[in-house]
């Protein structure tokens, strides 16, 4: 971690994790989704400011979501995370494989990160889980989904659609 890296308490940690998932994705627009790895597991999405901001959560607060070992292992964690965020340089973080790279570390504590990206990614990217989101919204949003095509269930969410896409997203995952 650098200098200007918060080290957060594991309590402090965990409070910024859970606000993190309240924020209003249009306005804090970096965001990932997090979740247990045990099936029908918990998750949702954690919403940041900024791709920095959103980076420096992943690297100071995520450690505390692993079982509690001590603070050296709380160190080795926060470590391991930075390690493989500032891994290369030349390759934007919000990538796929950062997040593979995160997710198959965060696996070994019983966590997963599904999605990495903006909100407007969310709403218009064409990747496989994105898509997969929008899909569901659709199915909870509209009354009757039998006439419309699984292309049309997965495509861009429309401006006019956007605050309510919003709110779903919140609470995404959620039990």
Not at 5 to 27: H, I, Q, T, W, Y
Not at 38 to 46: C, D, T
Not at 135 to 158: F, G
Request: proline share 3%; hydrophobic share 30%; glycine share 10%.
């Amino acid at each position: 971690m650098s200098d200007r890296d918060e080290v957060f308490s594991r309590e402090d940690a965990l409070v910024c994790l859970e606000n993190g998932m309240c924020l209003d994705p249009k306005m804090y627009p970096f965001g990932y989704y997090l979740r247990d790895s045990y099936i029908g597991g918990s998750g949702g999405f954690h919403w940041n400011e900024t791709e920095e901001s959103l980076f420096d959560e992943i690297k100071g607060a995520l450690f505390a979501l692993f079982p509690d070992n001590g603070e050296e292992r709380d160190d080795e964690i926060r470590a391991e995370l930075c390690s493989i965020i500032d891994s290369d340089k030349s390759k934007p973080k919000l990538s796929n494989e950062i997040r593979e790279k995160l997710d198959a570390y965060l696996k070994g504590g019983g966590l997963r990160i599904d999605w990495i990206g903006t909100f407007k990614q969310l709403c218009e990217g064409h990747d496989g889980w994105a898509e997969d989101v929008r899909e569901q919204y659709r199915e909870r949003s509209i009354d009757d989904t039998e006439s419309i095509s699984s292309e049309e269930m997965k495509a861009p969410i429309k401006v006019g659609d956007v605050d309510g896409f919003a709110d779903y997203v919140r609470d995404y995952g959620q039990f």
